[in-house]
């Protein structure tokens, strides 16, 4: 696990590998344990590595027999030690027990189709010195990150975005398109950052380009997609719920692979309390888990958080429980920081929980199971069961729908109704689909922006309308799930598990996104994911085999932190001195006015709007931080240098340039 980041020159002109040391210094978060570089002509690239496979000699770069092919690695290949045996029995050499190693000897057998064989999560870069290619990828469902930007004649890439701003050719400037679809979805999706002209690579993608073939030698690529084709159709439910227990216990068991203390995320829901159960069950000794919860009570004196129902699961499976109160105090001092590792924006004020859970995780261990995808999978949102009804309200979409939701928006309170209702009405498919989990709705999003963004009112519909244009899917529900496994996961709950633990230098696997799993549900009938109305039906009927019935059967609540009432409270000052009218008005972005009435409505306990308030907040916070100071060059810069101490003789003998043993022959 770590993170990587280099350039290549596409006019086959020597590069400047002094860049290359900065764009890792910023991502040294992400593998605190040692370095390396390969500088060979128009490249340079590098990685920073959090030691997980094979501690001692697991560093990289690594490099084929020959030493024609280098790469730099982020991530973990599960099934390494069987694809390793493969490879030795065709006559295959190797000098380490790593992972990474493994990817090189098939990448040198089988080019790029040696994705085909890897089952994890991944982002890498392989070199061909020989025909002074490049190839960079990003595993199927999106869980590790890469994007890349072309400047000039020059392609620059890394796992953060940070890491391509402190390359020369790269700036921080606010793409406008991407602010709209910001507004609209909490996030921005692929391939679009907010920062202009930075990409992300989409998931199951990847880049082939040649040194010296300029810009048009690019080439990108999709090399896996989910398939809906319902070959399970006529599969019973007991052997349904057969087949899935036995994925899900091969999938966790090859998650525990490690050379690192491990432990999991436990909330007390079904998807982490599932996973708990089958560590349980596969480890002789207890399971580590770390569960976050609120320093707040409703008013009838309950608790508003998951740690109760955690509790239960790690008592009935004799864990190693570790939980942790968030307060307000705790929301104001990380709230910025949260930001800074995001790299951009996202509307979700539970980036601070996942921030803090990771914290508390890596005090303890380098490693965690979590139970992110169950709900993309197997339909596990209230939006799947609400689509059902969309039929309904036909008769609404017509002229009566603009009165009807206009009516609704004027009364206090059910903001949950009022999205509904406003999804509902909307005849085209991917304009609801867009709808049904907005920050602002489309009109809304009209009375928020100044008179000047005429180019950023679309909706964010377009995103969605080229998924469902690809997929097979025919059932509504199935559309659905393409769509939210392919933004909604990936731009906003893998983005922010991903982000928010390598911030704290801890590897998060995630079972339930084991590709042959997500292909096991994606083959299922739309009856076996949601059944009138219940949820998650399979995963439910799996899941009871395991764990008690009151965690199946409870209400789902995610991280439920009160930011509601902070906003009103201790964060209230926060959210004054961000949305101020002198900082609104000089970015020419929003309507002060607009603004101010959300603030006063919230404040007084008329409406909540505090998931649009964050999220304007969130933003302001990352203008500062990103864009008003990209002209500081420590503007990118957190934690210490790579020169902190450490001894890196034996990641730099790696070079490609300076190691005798390596540098290939032409």
């Not at 227990?245 to 999938?251: G, M, N, P, T």
Request: some cysteine; glycine content about 6%.
């Amino acid at each position: 696990m770590c993170g990587i980041a280099g350039y290549l020159e596409l006019t086959e002109s020597v590069t400047d590998p002094s860049v290359l040391r900065p764009m890792l210094d910023s991502i040294i978060h992400r593998g605190p344990d040692e370095w390396g570089e390969l500088v060979d002509g128009p490249l340079a690239m590098g990685m920073r590595r959090l030691s997980i496979i094979d501690l001692a000699d697991g560093q990289q770069p690594i490099y084929d027999e020959s030493g024609r092919y280098g790469i730099v690695f982020n991530g973990e290949i599960y099934n390494y030690r069987e694809l390793r045996k493969e490879l030795i029995e065709r006559g295959h050499q190797f000098r380490t027990q790593s992972d990474t190693e493994v990817i090189i000897h098939l990448y040198e057998e089988m080019g790029p189709a040696c994705v085909d064989e890897l089952r994890g999560m991944f982002a890498f870069a392989i070199w061909d010195h020989h025909d002074r290619e490049l190839f960079i990828v990003r595993d199927r469902m999106g869980i590790k990150p890469l994007y890349y930007a072309v400047r000039g004649d020059t392609l620059i890439f890394g796992s953060e975005v940070k890491s391509l701003l402190r390359h020369p050719r790269v700036d921080a400037r606010l793409d406008q398109l991407a602010l709209s679809d910001y507004l609209s979805l909490k996030y921005v999706p692929a391939p679009r950052t907010m920062f202009a002209d930075i990409q992300s690579l989409p998931p199951g993608h990847s880049i082939r380009v040649r040194a010296g073939g300029g810009k048009n030698s690019l080439k990108i690529e999709r090399y896996w997609d989910i398939s809906y084709e319902p070959t399970r159709a006529s599969m019973s439910e007991e052997d349904a719920t057969d087949e899935l227990l036995s994925i899900l216990r091969e999938s966790v068991q090859l998650r525990l692979r490690a050379d690192v203390p491990f432990g999991a995320f436990l909330s007390g829901g079904i998807d982490s309390s599932t996973i708990v159960a089958l560590m349980a069950e596969a480890m002789n000794q207890p399971v580590k888990t770390f569960t976050v919860g609120f320093d707040h009570q409703s008013s009838d004196g309950q608790s508003m958080d998951e740690l109760p129902y955690a509790r239960v699961i790690a008592d009935r499976f004799g864990c190693e429980f570790h939980s942790f109160l968030i307060g307000p105090s705790d929301f104001l001092e990380h709230a910025e920081k949260v930001l800074f590792h995001l790299d951009q924006p996202i509307a979700d004020q539970a980036t601070v929980a996942t921030h803090m859970v990771a914290k508390l995780a890596r005090q303890h261990v380098k490693m965690v199971l979590t139970g992110e995808g169950g709900d993309e999978l197997f339909a596990g949102y209230a939006r799947y069961e609400g689509e059902q009804h969309s039929p309904k309200f036909w008769p609404l979409q017509g002229v009566l729908r603009k009165p009807t939701c206009g009516l609704a928006r004027m009364l206090p309170g059910m903001r949950r109704a009022k999205i509904a209702l406003n999804a509902l009405t909307i005849g085209d498919e991917a304009t609801r689909f867009a709808n049904w989990f907005p920050m602002f709705s489309d009109d809304a999003k009209a009375e928020l922006l100044a008179s000047n963004m005429h180019h950023a009112r679309a909706g964010a519909a377009a995103a969605f309308a080229s998924h469902l244009d690809r997929t097979d899917a025919r059932d509504p529900l199935n559309r659905m799930l393409y769509v939210d496994s392919k933004l909604w996961l990936v731009d906003y709950l893998l983005l922010r598990g991903d982000k928010l633990t390598m911030a704290n230098s801890l590897e998060a696997r995630v079972p339930l996104l084991d590709h042959k799993l997500v292909e096991f549900a994606a083959s299922l009938p739309a009856n076996m994911k949601l059944r009138g109305r219940s949820r998650k039906y399979l995963l439910k009927q799996a899941a009871g085999r395991l764990i008690p019935e009151s965690i199946i059967n409870r209400p789902k609540q995610g991280f439920p932190i009160p930011i509601e009432k902070w906003l009103r409270k201790e964060a209230q000052p926060m959210m004054r001195d961000l949305l101020t009218k002198s900082s609104i008005e000089s970015r020419g972005l929003f309507r002060f006015e607009r603004v101010e009435k959300m603030m006063k409505l919230h404040e007084n306990g008329y409406a909540d709007f505090a998931t649009e308030l964050w999220g304007l907040m969130s933003f302001e916070m990352w203008m500062r931080r990103f864009v008003d100071a990209s002209s500081s060059t420590n503007a990118m810069a957190e934690g210490p240098s790579l020169d902190n101490g450490q001894d890196f003789t034996s990641s730099r003998k790696n070079n490609l340039q300076t190691d005798a043993a390596n540098t290939p022959q032409t």
